[in-house]
């Protein structure tokens, strides 16, 4: 395993979560990082991402409300969700990229965690 990533469970709207994302076996240090979610039925979309020296950015309807950070000692990427609501229920997937840098197309990147399920309840 690459990438492991964790954090996810059942929040009632509102609440918060905190993803992380453990790289194993190599150093993700000096690759950017993105983290995706998919729902049910619906195609995998562009959440946040990091890059080499920190840089962030994220998709547009979430800034303000999640948060990306990484900490290069412990190979490991974190996504804080705050303000949480049902629409964000989705499996989330962190995944590091070719470059230095993120990007919001899923196929720039070539090592992908297996994912974590986050369920917003109303």
Excluded: H
Aim: charged share 20%; glycine share 12%.
């Amino acid at each position: 395993v690459q990438l492991q990533a964790s954090g996810g469970g059942l929040v009632t709207a509102g609440g918060s979560l905190r993803l992380s994302c453990a790289g194993s076996r190599r150093t993700f240090s000096n690759n950017g990082m993105g983290w995706f979610r998919q729902a049910p039925g619906k195609e995998r979309e562009f959440v946040a991402g990091i890059t080499w020296s920190s840089a962030t950015d994220f998709a547009e309807s979430l800034k303000g409300r999640f948060t990306i950070s990484r900490d290069k000692a412990k190979n490991t990427v974190y996504l804080k969700m705050n303000s949480l609501k049902p629409e964000d229920t989705a499996v989330y997937y962190c995944a590091a990229s070719r470059t230095a840098y993120f990007t919001r197309d899923p196929t720039g990147y070539n090592y992908w965690g297996q994912g974590t399920q986050v369920t917003v309840s109303s």
